[in-house]
């Protein structure tokens, strides 16, 4: 009686479970639910594919997280700062990404500057490319926000103003 239950509540949580096992796995998991019915002993499922299967799990789960991450902080830049705040902000984060040492520094120093560097490199050039391609669309925003006074309509002379087209009370 207890195995029925038993087998019984694990198809019944096996509908939350599957989503996150491979096919293989789910396949397993509902025979060995069946062998418990049939009183038969239930094989043991293979180990080595559900770490792998967790693992890229967990990977896309942090690449993912730091995409969304990024898209958040990016947004956030955009609206609280302007141009150049976000420019004098990072300023000192992407000089020190191409940091060196010197000459008479030791070898593990070295190592560890050139890792530092090379990890570095890449959320630096992401900032520098957020700031190219927000200048030209700040300068876009500017222009549409605040255009030049050639280019707005001239007002009309008093006598004229009778002949526009608003619907008041005239």
């Known amino acids: 009686m207890l195995r029925i239950m038993r087998a019984r509540l694990s198809n019944a ?5 599957r989503p996150f096992l491979s096919n293989d796995e789910a396949i397993l998991s509902s025979s060995s639910s069946e062998s418990l019915i049939n ?3 239930p094989s043991a499922p293979p180990s080595e594919p559900a770490s792998k299967n967790l693992s890229s799990f967990f990977l ?3 690449l993912f997280g730091s995409h969304a991450g990024a898209t958040a902080g990016g ?5 609280a700062y302007t141009l150049d705040e976000v420019d004098e902000k990072t300023k000192a984060f992407r000089a020190y990404a191409n940091h060196t040492v010197g000459e008479n520094a030791s ?3 070295k190592f560890e500057a050139l890792l530092y560097s090379a990890s570095m490199a890449v959320p630096a050039k992401a ?3 957020y700031l190219d391609l927000r200048r ?3 300068k876009q925003i500017r222009e549409y926000v605040e255009p030049m006074s050639e ?3 001239p007002d009309l002379h008093p006598l004229d103003q009778r002949f526009t087209l608003c619907f008041g009370s005239e």
């Open 151 to 153: 280019k707005l309509l």
């Open 75 to 79: 947004g956030y830049a955009s609206y």
């Open 13 to 17: 949580f096996s509908f939350f479970i």
């Open 107 to 109: 070898a593990l120093d």
């Open 136 to 138: 030209p669309i700040e």
């Open 127 to 129: 900032i520098e490319l």
């Open 60 to 62: 896309k789960f942090a």
């Open 39 to 41: 009183d038969e002993a």
